[in-house]
């Protein structure tokens, strides 16, 4: 049973444009969520994060959201630039359990278009 | 540069060999995980160490298996291969045990023929 859901397998949008990746979770024990972002041939790379007493937070282009109520997240990256195509990986934990460990989704591939 | 470092980066070996993955975390980070991404599936959690000892424990094969050294690398072992333990073996690192950003290395690249 997958506890952190990306239902896009990818994603294409034009340069300059808003890029929205999405991610649903299902167990409420998370409360901390984390988007990574991973070339080819390289390790995952922290992006941003969020608390679950928070429903926004923004870092330059990239702005994540949550809405606890549905359990779900998004990713917002604006204006997308080519650089940015990668693999976006959407990630929960529970901050205040005696376990680091991080549940993925299986990721959304991003493509900006120049 | 994460700062954490994983070798071998490739790595092919045969069904039923044995191979030792090994990870260097983050300088002053205690924790280490190990995770599995696999063609058609995210990022797979494997197991957790925390300043030596196991911390918590996913998707891991009795085949597998992994430890924490004094100076805190870890070497994860996979053993009685299978064409379907292929896949990007990740190391990761953190600060404490939970509760913070993990940071990961960039992967070794096993390929079981």
């Known amino acids: 049973d997958q506890q952190v859901k990306q239902n896009s397998p990818s994603l294409s949008v034009q340069e300059g444009r808003i890029s929205i990746l999405n991610c649903d979770y299902t167990n409420s024990m998370f409360d901390y969520f984390l988007w990574y972002k991973k070339y080819p041939a390289e390790g995952p790379t922290f992006l941003i994060s969020i608390s679950s007493i928070k429903d926004k937070n923004e870092d330059g282009r990239f702005t994540v959201f949550l809405n606890k109520s549905a359990k779900h997240l998004s990713l917002h990256i604006v204006p997308s630039q080519p650089g940015d195509s990668a693999v976006y990986f959407c990630?929960?934990?529970?901050?205040?359990?005696?376990?680091?460990?991080?549940?993925f989704g299986k990721g959304t591939k991003l493509s900006v278009k120049p | 540069d994460s700062g954490v470092t994983q070798t071998p980066k490739h790595l092919i070996t045969a069904t039923g060999q044995r191979v030792t993955l090994r990870c260097s975390p983050r300088?002053?980070?205690?924790?280490v995980y190990w995770y599995q991404q696999s063609l058609d599936q995210g990022l797979q959690f494997l197991i957790q160490y925390y300043n030596g000892e196991e911390r918590a424990k996913g998707n891991i094969l009795e085949r597998f298996s992994a430890q924490q050294f004094p100076d805190l690398h870890s070497e994860l072992n996979l053993s009685s291969l299978e064409l379907g333990d292929s896949a990007l073996y990740f190391c990761?690192?953190?600060?404490?045990?939970?509760?913070?950003?993990?940071?990961f290395g960039e992967g070794s690249w096993l390929t079981v023929v």
């Open positions: 990630a929960a934990m529970n901050y205040g359990g005696s376990q680091g460990n991080l549940i």
């Open positions: 990761a690192s953190s600060v404490r045990d939970s509760g913070n950003t993990i940071y």
């Open positions: 300088s002053g980070d205690l924790s």
